[in-house]
């Protein structure tokens, strides 16, 4: 079963825009993960916010944490073409240590 | 350093024909983990090796596929008298731990298409 929900399923942007996809989750967790998949192939691993963290950055990402209301959000800041890709967050099921995906949001940056 | 590699690329079979697909993970990782993903879809999670531990088969959609990993290192992914609906890419990934806990790393996928 899913764990993680990504929202919006798609999202179209001008470069140089911001892009805010939004994650759902259901069982409480000790880790919530991004990644990042081009052309449909191996995925790249983003960043990794642990359930006591509320906010982390890397370059152009920013990451929120909300336990209480079991939703994350990856904000990607002045983006690029280059960031056009599929991007899934990822949680470990209940108390098992297997990471659960969403289905991903599909990011087009249009230049 | 070399990341996860899988192997073949690419694979086309007819069906009913049985199938292995290879992963290579990183050295020294102890996770391993086989994931399916259809076209436009997301992760599909199949089978989870953890160190010397039972694995994790929780996943697997039937009984006409299954996984091994010899030595802590390598693992196949077989598919027995395989269907069109196993068509899909099969990923692969390695972590340094406890899957949860830590970033998994990922090979390029293989493709498999059942005809």
């Known amino acids: 079963s899913q764990q993680g929900e990504e929202d919006p399923q798609a999202l179209s942007i001008q470069e140089g825009e911001n892009a805010t996809m939004n994650c759902s989750y259901k069982?409480?967790?000790?880790?919530l993960q991004w990644y990042r998949q081009n052309s449909g192939r191996g995925l790249v691993h983003l960043i990794l916010?642990?359930?006591?963290?509320r906010e982390k950055h890397s370059g152009r990402l920013r990451v929120t944490l909300d336990t209480s209301k079991k939703s994350s959000s990856l904000l990607i800041t002045a983006s690029r073409a280059a960031d056009t890709a599929s991007y899934f967050c990822a949680s470990p099921q209940g108390g098992s240590e297997k990471l659960v995906f969403g289905k991903g949001t599909k990011l087009t940056v249009n230049p | 350093g070399a990341g996860v590699s899988q192997s073949p690329s690419n694979k086309v079979t007819e069906k009913g024909k049985d199938v292995e697909l290879r992963c290579d993970p990183i050295s020294g990782h102890t996770a391993l983990y086989w994931y399916r993903q259809s076209l436009g879809q997301g992760l599909e999670f199949l089978i989870y090796?953890?160190?010397?531990?039972?694995?994790?088969k929780s996943g697997l959609p039937s009984d006409r596929f299954s996984a091994e990993r010899t030595g802590g290192s390598v693992s196949t992914l077989t598919i027995q008298r395989t269907q069109q609906e196993d068509s899909a890419v099969y990923l692969c990934?390695?972590?340094?731990?406890?899957?949860?806990?830590?970033?998994?790393?990922f090979g390029p996928g293989t493709r498999l298409t059942v005809t």
């Open positions: 069982t409480s967790i000790n880790n």
């Open positions: 990934a390695s972590s340094l731990g406890p899957g949860g806990s830590y970033e998994q790393y």
């Open positions: 916010i642990r359930s006591n963290e």
């Open positions: 090796f953890q160190g010397n531990s039972a694995p994790d």
